[in-house]
């Protein structure tokens, strides 16, 4: 991979194997910082079973948790396995406005990105625009190493093209990748330490 979590920069963004607690850690790292955040964060509704129902996008102010309870009356829902929705509108409306920053805002939180959503050319470019903007940026990208699942003869031709696209040019940006698989808790801890006294300088 192009990048070195050894070389502190703009942006960091954790991938690996999933469960691994990659938004757990971004959250318990960033908790005091999130009330001058943009972006969005990704929490994982279940059920009473502790079955994946839904995932649901929140403004970054607003992330709390990384998985709740469902409820039939979730909102900013991107996938929703009850009710068959599986969907970019989702991005399109609400999470990529999420990604422009006001005034107030220091910093831009996008957890986590990379999946189907990159088809959309305008969805990559929402991100894009972040990635490359005055402000760091910190999240979760699905993982993009040469064993990744988006990768297989499963997805579409077409999908897979856009996709290596996409992260061809999120390489590009001032952005280091840390795969947690390959470190311990406390190096990934001490990764994110190092980058909000890089970036955010403890304010």
């Not at 409306?93 to 986590?112: F, H, R």
């Not at 696209?165 to 698989?181: A, P, Y």
Request: charged share 20%; aromatic share 10%.
């Amino acid at each position: 991979m192009k990048n070195s979590y050894r070389t502190i920069k703009k942006n960091l963004f954790l991938t690996g194997t999933s469960g691994t607690g990659k938004s757990t850690l971004i959250l318990h790292k960033l908790k005091s910082f999130l009330s001058c955040a943009a972006g969005f964060a990704t929490v994982r509704c279940i059920d009473e079973n502790g079955d994946t129902i839904a995932f649901q996008h929140v403004p970054a102010c607003r992330y709390t948790t990384t998985q709740k309870p469902y409820t039939s009356f979730e909102e900013n829902c991107f996938i929703d396995f009850s009710k068959h929705i599986k969907t970019i509108e989702t991005f399109h409306s609400y999470s990529c406005p999420l990604l422009v920053a006001s005034d107030a805002q220091k910093w831009i939180l996008m957890d986590e990105i990379g999946g189907y959503e990159l088809k959309d050319k305008k969805i990559q470019n929402a991100y894009l625009n972040a990635l490359n903007s005055d402000l760091p940026c910190i999240g979760v990208i699905k993982w993009i190493g040469p064993d990744s699942h988006l990768r297989s003869k499963s997805h579409k031709s077409e999908y897979v093209q856009s996709w290596e696209q996409f992260i061809q040019e999120f390489l590009m940006t001032d952005t280091v990748v840390l795969h947690v698989d390959d470190v311990s808790i406390q190096e990934a801890e001490n990764v994110i330490h190092e980058w909000i006294q890089y970036n955010l300088k403890g304010d």
